[in-house]
Structure formats: structure tokens, C-alpha cells
């Protein structure tokens, strides 16, 4: 029996991915899954090493200042938004305040 006899003639096969999708589409769909869940667990262990990354500097006596008011801060924060996006444009500080917003 030929593959095309196997898989129908379509050339698809039914998956749990999607029955009847051709196979590229099923492929893009697990491989789009992986990568979000690998993903995840990336940011999980890097919120992690920052937190342990933080203990160790104040161990060694770092000062670290904590943002209380985070609107405030914000505020103060818009000149040097505003020269850092002179030298690096606004198409990629758009990027990365949606990046930061997403991330919350």
C-alpha cells in the first residue's frame, strides 16, 4: 500500500493537532506550542536567578533601591526615556515598552 493509499489522497493524516490539517500546518501548530511553553519556563527561571542574583548583591552590601511608586517614578524617568530614544528611535522604544507591558 502506497503512502497517498495510507494517508488518504489529500495526503493528510488525522492528528491531535488537527485532523485534516496538512501536515505543515500541524507541524507550525506543535512547534508554536513548544515554544510558548519553553518559553515560560524560561521567564519562570529567569525571575528566579534575578531574585537569587538580587540577594547575593545586597549579601555583599549593595544598595538597591526599591520603586515604591511606580507612576512616579515613571515621571521622572521621561527625560532619559526621551534621550534614550534620540539614539536608538522610537520604532524600538515602542517595541520595548510593549514588550515590558506584555511582561507584566
Not at 495510507?6 to 485534516?20: F, K, M
Not at 508554536?32 to 519553553?38: H, I, R, Y
Not at 515621571?75 to 521621561?78: N, R, T, V
Given at each position: 500500500m502506497g503512502a497517498a493509499a495510507?494517508?488518504?489522497?489529500?495526503?493528510?493524516?488525522?492528528?491531535?493537532?488537527?485532523?485534516?490539517q496538512p501536515r505543515g500546518a500541524r507541524v507550525l501548530k506543535v512547534v508554536?506550542?513548544?515554544?510558548?511553553?519553553?518559553c515560560a519556563a524560561h521567564r519562570r527561571y529567569e525571575v528566579e536567578k534575578e531574585k537569587q542574583d538580587l540577594d547575593v548583591?545586597?549579601?555583599a552590601g549593595t544598595q538597591?533601591?526599591?520603586?515604591?511608586?511606580?507612576k512616579a517614578f515613571q515621571?521622572?524617568?521621561?527625560p532619559v526615556y526621551a534621550s534614550v530614544e534620540q539614539q536608538v528611535g522610537k520604532?524600538?522604544?515602542?517595541?520595548?515598552a510593549a514588550a515590558a507591558q506584555a511582561a507584566r
Open positions: 495510507r494517508s488518504g489522497e489529500s495526503g493528510r493524516r488525522p492528528s491531535a493537532y488537527g485532523r485534516g508554536g506550542d513548544s515554544m510558548q511553553q519553553a548583591m545586597k549579601k538597591v533601591n526599591e520603586v515604591k511608586d511606580l515621571a521622572l524617568m521621561k520604532e524600538f522604544m515602542d517595541r520595548l
